[in-house]
C-alpha cells in the first residue's frame, strides 16, 4: 500500500507561545462578549482527565459553571491539531457537584498527548476557555522506547482499528506493515505515526502481525516494532441436544455453526448446567460431552472473548434412547442364505425392544437393506444370496418404542456362500452357406456358474442315425464349428442337434439342446429397421404355424461373411415385437437381424431386417469413370464397398468441378443409379465430381476429368439430315406452287391491263400545260442555289381553258389559284449510253430529290392539265419564271419519261431534234437510274401527239409527267428486242402461261 511519509520538524515547539496563544484566544473571547452585552458566564473549573487505554475511552471531570451546555475542544498538544470540537450538554451529579462526559478516541490514548478545555454556554454567550487540561501520551521525550499501540487486540470480523508507532529519538520512521502489506501512515506528532485497518477478515490461527520499521542503515541491525492482532467472531451454535446410550447416563451434542477462528486462550469454552465441558476439540463442528447421569434438563453457554451465546434442552430417558453400535458380528453361510449374529456391549440391551437395520453390500457393489425387530435382538436370517458370491454386511439399531433416531452402524463383516450347480448355457446354432454349422453358447456370468466355471462339453447327433459326437473345450471357449453334411441329409430332412454342459469344480450342469434341420431356406425380403433409443424395434405378424413357439432373433455384422460373431436373444411365445440391445452396436456398422421360430424344433426361419445404429457419410467414394458421346459425357461409376458405406446409401449428387467450386449438375435419388449423361458440352476439357449420400451426408467425392475432341461423325450427320430436310421442303413447296401457279399469279403478280389509246396523238410537240386540282399542288417551301444543268419544276401562271381543256387566254394570272408546274419533256435517244462514272452517285445527285429544294405534294389527281419541265441553260437562279413560248422537241428517237437519266457524249447527240441544248457539259458526265424507258414511239408524227395530249385515264402516269409509264401494246417487234431482259422474267414467265 502507499505510504505516507513526513519529515521530522528541524526545531521543538515552544510550549509558552502555545500558553501565550491560548490567553489571547480567553482575552478576545471576553471582549467580544462585553461588546455584544452579554453577561460573562462561569469558567469550568478543576478539569480532570481519567483515560482507559484498552478501551481508547477518555473521562473528562470538572466543576463550576451554571450553565448545561459546554463546548469541549481536544487537541494533539505538541502540533495543536483539533481532535474533537462539538457542544454538549452535562448535568451536574448532585452530590458532588461535578460533570463527566466520556469521549472514545479512534486513535489509542497512548499514541500522543491529548490537551482538553471547556467553556460554559448559554445560547449564543459563552464564558472562557478553562485551563488546559492534558493527557499525556507515550511520545513524550523521557520516553525514548520504539513502540506499537494497541498491544494484543482481539477484534471481530469486518471492524475498523488505528494502530500507531513511536519512533525512538533520533531515529527515522519507514513503514507500517500489516502481514505482508504495506499500509499507510499519518503523522500524529514529531515521533508518532498512524494508520488506520478497515473491514477486518478473519485472522489465521497464530493471529495477524502489525509491524513498524525504521529506516536504517544496511550494516545496523534491523529494528521493529511490532504486535499481534487477532480477529474473529462470537460463538454461535444450534443443534443441543442430550442422550443415553447405556440407559444411565446422558451424552449432549451440539453444533458449532460459525468457527470463531479464535485459538488457545482465546478459544470457546463450554458450560453445560454451569459444569465446565473439557475435553472438548476446537477443530471439529460437532460437540459431544458426557454427563454422568440424567437429568431431564440441560443448559449449555458458550463464551469467548468476543461474546458469548446459550441454548437448553429437556426430554425423558426413554425418550431419548440411541443405541450404541453391535459389536462381535460372524455369519453362518449357504449357497443361497445366511444368519448374521452379534453381541451387544451393556447387558441392559437384553430387555429392551430394538429394531435393527441390515445393509447388504453384494460383490457388484449393490446396496441391500432390511429391518428386523425383537427384544434383546442379536441376530437375522439372510435369504435371496447368490451362490459362490462375497458379501459385506453392517448393523445398526433403534428403541422400538419411542423411537429417537438410529444408533451407530457397527463394522463392516465379511462372508461368502457356499458352490452350487451351475445353471445351463444359452445354446444357438448358425448355418453357413456352405452347409457348415456354429454352435456359439453364451458365457455363463459369476452369479450363473455358483462357482469357477472349469469347461464345456459339446456332443452333437442325428436323432435318425444316432451317431454322436463329443468335444471337451476350455472355460474361455464359447463356439465350435461342425460339418452338418457329415452328420445328416438334406434329402430326408433329418436334424442335428447339439447339447452343452457347463462344469465348476464341485459340479455339472444340466445340457442345453439347440436343433438346426437341413433344409433349403428360401431368401426373404430384407426390411430396414431404424435405431432408437431403446434399441432396434423389431416387429412381425403373428404366424398360425409358429403361434405356440418360442422365437430367437440373431444378429451380426453384415460384413462379416463366414464364421461370423452372433448374437441372439430368445423371445416366448406368443410376442409379435421385441427391442434388440448390446453394448456391441456401433456406429456405422450395418447389422442384419433374422427371426426363427420354433428353435427347439425345426428353427424356421420367419423374417430379416438390416439397420445402423448410427448412420454416418461413407468413409470411401464411388469408383468413377467418365467417355464421350458426341457432345455428350456419361459418367459411369460401381458401388462403395459395404464395409465403406457407414449407412444406408440413399442416392447420388453430380457435380461439375470448377476448381474452387462445385455446381450440382443432377441429384440422383435412386440408389441403383450408377451412370449419368451429360448433354450440349462444348469442345473443352471438364471435371465431374460424384458423391454417394446416407442420412448423416455426403462422402469426400471422387473426380474424373476429360477433355472433348470434335465429333465429326456426328457433325456429318447433322448437316446431311439438314440438307435433306431443307431440299424436301423445297420440293414441297415447288411443287405446291405449281399446282396453285394461278392463285400464287394472282395473288403476288396479276395482269396490269394495256392502256387504250382512243383519241389522235398525232399533234406537234409544244409545252402541256397542266392545271392541277385544287387537291394536287406542289409547293415550292424553300428553294437554293440551282444547277441549271438539270431538269426543274418551274411555275407558271394559270390560263384559262375551256370546257374542252384546249382554250389558252391571256388573262393575268389570278393569284387566288394555284400555281401551274410545266414539265418540258426531254426525248432521249435510245442507242446504249456509256456512263463516265461506273456508279450512280451523280445521276442519283440529279434527281428532284437531290435538288436541296424542299417540295411538299400535297395530293396528285389525274387530269387533263399537265405539269411541264423547262430546262433553263442559265439555271434556275438566274430566270425563276419558266418561258410559255419556247418549244420543246420530243426528239427523233421515240421514248417515255426519264428523269436522272444519264446522256450521251456529245459526239453521240446528233440524232436529237431539240434546237437547243438540254444539258450542260458537266451535267452530260452523270450517269444514273433510268426507271420507265422501255418503250418509245412509233413515229416523228407519234411522237409529236404524244409530246401534245394529255395522258389517257386508262394508263398510270408519273405523279410529274403527262408520259405514260406502259407501253402501247402494238409496239414494234425491234423495239421489243432492245428491252434489256432478266433472269427475274422466268418467273413472271411461269406464271404467264397459266393463260388461256
Not at 478539569?47 to 451554571?66: C, I, K
Not at 468457527?259 to 460437532?286: D, E, M
Amino acid at each position: 500500500m502507499p505510504r505516507s511519509r513526513v519529515g521530522a520538524p528541524t526545531t521543538k515547539p515552544n510550549r509558552n507561545l502555545v500558553l501565550l496563544t491560548l490567553v489571547l484566544l480567553d482575552l478576545l473571547t471576553v471582549c467580544t462578549h462585553a461588546k455584544a452585552g452579554f453577561a460573562v458566564l462561569t469558567v469550568p473549573q478543576g478539569v480532570s482527565l481519567t483515560s482507559n487505554a484498552p478501551a481508547r475511552q477518555l473521562t473528562v471531570s470538572w466543576s463550576g459553571g451554571a450553565a448545561t451546555s459546554f463546548d469541549i475542544i481536544i487537541l494533539r498538544t505538541e502540533f495543536n491539531e483539533t481532535v474533537f470540537y462539538e457542544t454538549i450538554s452535562v448535568t451536574a451529579n448532585p452530590g458532588s457537584g461535578l460533570r463527566q462526559w466520556n469521549w472514545t478516541s479512534v486513535e489509542p490514548l497512548e499514541c500522543t498527548s491529548l490537551s482538553v478545555r471547556i467553556r460554559s454556554r448559554d445560547g449564543q454567550a459563552t464564558s472562557q476557555w478553562s485551563k488546559a487540561a492534558i493527557l499525556p501520551g507515550k511520545d513524550l521525550p523521557t520516553n525514548e522506547a520504539f513502540a506499537i499501540y494497541p498491544q494484543e487486540l482481539i477484534l471481530p470480523v469486518g471492524t475498523n482499528i488505528t494502530y500507531c508507532c513511536i519512533v525512538p529519538e533520533g531515529k527515522t520512521f519507514r513503514e507500517i506493515m500489516y502481514g505482508a502489506n504495506n499500509v499507510s501512515a499519518t503523522r500524529l506528532s514529531r515521533r508518532t505515526y498512524a494508520t488506520t485497518l478497515v473491514n477486518l477478515e478473519p485472522s489465521v490461527p497464530p493471529g495477524a502481525n502489525v509491524v513498524c520499521r525504521l529506516k536504517q542503515p544496511i550494516e545496523e541491525a534491523t529494528q521493529l516494532a511490532g504486535t499481534v492482532m487477532f480477529v474473529g467472531y462470537a460463538p454461535l451454535l444450534s443443534d443441543f441436544t442430550c442422550e443415553t446410550q447405556d440407559l444411565t447416563t446422558a451424552v449432549c451434542r451440539w453444533n458449532e455453526r460459525r468457527h470463531t477462528n479464535l485459538y488457545g486462550k482465546r478459544q470457546t469454552r463450554y458450560f453445560v448446567n454451569n459444569r465446565s465441558c473439557a475435553g472438548i476439540n476446537p477443530l471439529s463442528k460437532w460437540k459431544e460431552w458426557q454427563a454422568g447421569e440424567w437429568e431431564g434438563n440441560w443448559t449449555l453457554l458458550a463464551v469467548n472473548p468476543l461474546g458469548q451465546y446459550n441454548l437448553t434442552d429437556s426430554a425423558e430417558l426413554s425418550h431419548r434412547v440411541c443405541p450404541v453400535a453391535p459389536v462381535g458380528l460372524s455369519a453362518v453361510a449357504h449357497a443361497f442364505n445366511a444368519t448374521v449374529l452379534w453381541q451387544w456391549k451393556y447387558d441392559g440391551y437384553s430387555s429392551l425392544a430394538l429394531v435393527c437395520e441390515v445393509e447388504l453390500t453384494t460383490q457388484d457393489n449393490d446396496k441391500v437393506k432390511s429391518n428386523f425387530s425383537g427384544v434383546g435382538l442379536r441376530s437375522v436370517a439372510l435369504s435371496g444370496l447368490h451362490a459362490d458370491e462375497m458379501y459385506k454386511i453392517q448393523v445398526r439399531c433403534g428403541a422400538q418404542q419411542n423411537f429417537w433416531k438410529w444408533g451407530s452402524w457397527s463394522k463392516l463383516f465379511t462372508f461368502r456362500t457356499k458352490r452350487y450347480v451351475p445353471d445351463a448355457p444359452d445354446v444357438w446354432m448358425r448355418m453357413n452357406k456352405d452347409y457348415t454349422g456354429q454352435v456359439f453358447w453364451k458365457p455363463l456370468t459369476r452369479r450363473q456358474s455358483h462357482g469357477q466355471i472349469t469347461g464345456y462339453e459339446v456332443t452333437f447327433w442325428n436323432p435318425e442315425e444316432n451317431p454322436q459326437h463329443t468335444e471337451i473345450l476350455s472355460p474361455d471357449t464359447h463356439t465350435v464349428s461342425v460339418n452338418l453334411t457329415q452328420m445328416a441329409s438334406f434329402s430326408n430332412d433329418h436334424a442335428v442337434i447339439a447339447s452343452v454342459v457347463a462344469k465348476n469344480i464341485e459340479w455339472e450342469s444340466q445340457p442345453a439342446s439347440v436343433v438346426r434341420r437341413l433344409r433349403e431356406e428360401e431368401p426373404l425380403a430384407v426390411s430396414r429397421v431404424v435405431y432408437t433409443d431403446h434399441g432396434f424395434p423389431l416387429f412381425w405378424p403373428s404366424n398360425v404355424s409358429t403361434a405356440d413357439c418360442s422365437y430367437v432373433v440373431e444378429w451380426h455384422n453384415d460384413s462379416c461373411t463366414y464364421n461370423c460373431p452372433v448374437e441372439w436373444v430368445k423371445v416366448a411365445a406368443g410376442s409379435t415385437n421385441v427391442s434388440i440391445e448390446s453394448d456391441h452396436f456401433w456406429p456405422g456398422v450395418r447389422y442384419n437381424f433374422t427371426l426363427y421360430g420354433c428353435p427347439s424344433d425345426s428353427s424356421e426361419l420367419l423374417h430379416r431386417w438390416q439397420g445402423y445404429a448410427q448412420e454416418l457419410v461413407p468413409s470411401s467414394s464411388v469408383p468413377l469413370s467418365s467417355r464421350q458421346e458426341g457432345s455428350n459425357v456419361v459418367l459411369t461409376w460401381g458401388e462403395i464397398p459395404l464395409r465403406d458405406r457407414k449407412g444406408f446409401i440413399l442416392g447420388y449428387n453430380v457435380y461439375i468441378n470448377n476448381g474452387s467450386q462445385l455446381t450440382l449438375l443432377a441429384n440422383l435419388p435412386d440408389q441403383a443409379a450408377r451412370n449419368y449423361k451429360v448433354k450440349g458440352l462444348s469442345d473443352d476439357s471438364y471435371k465431374f465430381t460424384v458423391k454417394a449420400y446416407t442420412s448423416a451426408g455426403e462422402d469426400t467425392g471422387t473426380t474424373v476429368s476429360i477433355e472433348l475432341e470434335p465429333y465429326s461423325d456426328g457433325l456429318i450427320f447433322e448437316i446431311l439430315a439438314s440438307l435433306s430436310i431443307v431440299t424436301l421442303l423445297l420440293i414441297i413447296v415447288t411443287f405446291f406452287c405449281y399446282k396453285k401457279r394461278q392463285w400464287v399469279k394472282e395473288a403476288l403478280y396479276p395482269d396490269i391491263p394495256e392502256p387504250k389509246l382512243p383519241n389522235d396523238w398525232s399533234r406537234t410537240q409544244r409545252p402541256l400545260d397542266v392545271k392541277p386540282s385544287p387537291h394536287s399542288m406542289v409547293h415550292v417551301v424553300g428553294k437554293q442555289e440551282w444547277d441549271s444543268s438539270k431538269e426543274a419544276l418551274v411555275v407558271i401562271p394559270e390560263e384559262d381553258e375551256d370546257d374542252e381543256g384546249q382554250g389558252m387566254g391571256d388573262e393575268p394570272l389570278d393569284t387566288d389559284e394555284p400555281t401551274s408546274l410545266r414539265y418540258y419533256n426531254q426525248v432521249i435517244d435510245e442507242r446504249p449510253i456509256r456512263p463516265r462514272f461506273p456508279d450512280s452517285s451523280d445521276s442519283s445527285a440529279s434527281s428532284l430529290d437531290s435538288a436541296n429544294t424542299d417540295v411538299t405534294y400535297t395530293g396528285i389527281q389525274t387530269s387533263g392539265s399537265s405539269l411541264v419541265f423547262q430546262l433553263d441553260p442559265q439555271g434556275y437562279s438566274e430566270a425563276q419564271q419558266p418561258h410559255p413560248d419556247q418549244p420543246v422537241s420530243c426528239g427523233d428517237g421515240g421514248g417515255g419519261y426519264r428523269p436522272q437519266m444519264q446522256p450521251k457524249d456529245a459526239s453521240d447527240d446528233t440524232g436529237l431534234a431539240s434546237p437547243e441544248p438540254f444539258l450542260e457539259p458537266q451535267a452530260s458526265s452523270a450517269g444514273g437510274y433510268k426507271p420507265q424507258s422501255s418503250w418509245q414511239l412509233d413515229s416523228p408524227a407519234e411522237d409529236g401527239e404524244r409530246c401534245s395530249l394529255a395522258p389517257s385515264l386508262g394508263s398510270p402516269t408519273s405523279v410529274a409527267s403527262t408520259q405514260f409509264l406502259l407501253p402501247d401494246g402494238d409496239q414494234s417487234e425491234e423495239e421489243k428486242r432492245q428491252q434489256p431482259s432478266s433472269a427475274a422474267t422466268w418467273f413472271t414467265n411461269l406464271l404467264s402461261s397459266s393463260k388461256p
